[in-house]
């Protein structure tokens, strides 16, 4: 048998399906039954018999996979690299489950502590007490700078940017929360400038724009909202 070099080794290794999925075998097979699985594809994809256009792709793909898993010490090799490949997508999946955790979670206490207040009544109270407080800023700001309209334009950038979140302690989730993590979730409001974390159910968040801040306090957690399902990616 032809000896495998290290072009083969690494072209096999770049493949979507695995030596053994390419010869239809189980991962404790020995060589006679590794034979006998080889014999039995190339029947059907050498070139000879294959009309296909990759019909050359998909002969090298069996031969490469039978000679490799026929040698023990390319074997040891490619069984090697595939466990440290499923150790890679499993630590990969339990952090995006975890991630993915965390979100509904609180998500869900949010929106179980806003059903207990009146939401309507609460969300115009809210609005109401921060468009007084932006008006008696823009005065104050305004009677301060009268003389300069150009100043005036400036000290806009002086407005509270700053809103205090909170969510109900629990001990699954008391770990998982951090400064990055609220950032994450707050972000879909506009660009966050920094997170104090006060507790573990309590933040300040500071946003760019006294905008984005306005639009974090007065909306709505306790209904249903996509603004976070374009950031799944990220949870």
Known sequence: MAQVTQEDFSWLLSRSKSAYQLL??????????????????????????????????????????????????????????????????????????????????LLFEESRYRQDQSTAQYRQVKIEQLRLETEQLRRAKLRETASSATIVETDKSRFPCKVRVRWKSKPQITDLVSAEVVQQLMEVFGEVVSVQMNSSTDAVVTYKTWLSAVLAATHDYSQVSDLWDERKTEF
């Open 24 to 105: 239809d075998v189980d991962t404790s097979v020995q060589s006679h039954g590794l034979r006998r699985a080889y014999r039995k594809k190339a029947l059907v994809l050498h070139p000879d018999k294959n009309q296909s256009s990759d019909a050359e792709e998909q002969f090298r793909e069996i031969l490469v996979s039978y000679r490799v898993l026929d040698e023990p010490e390319w074997r040891k090799r490619y069984d090697e690299h595939l466990e440290t490949e499923l150790e890679r997508q499993k630590a990969r999946a339990q952090q995006s489950a975890h991630q993915k955790s965390l979100k509904e979670q």
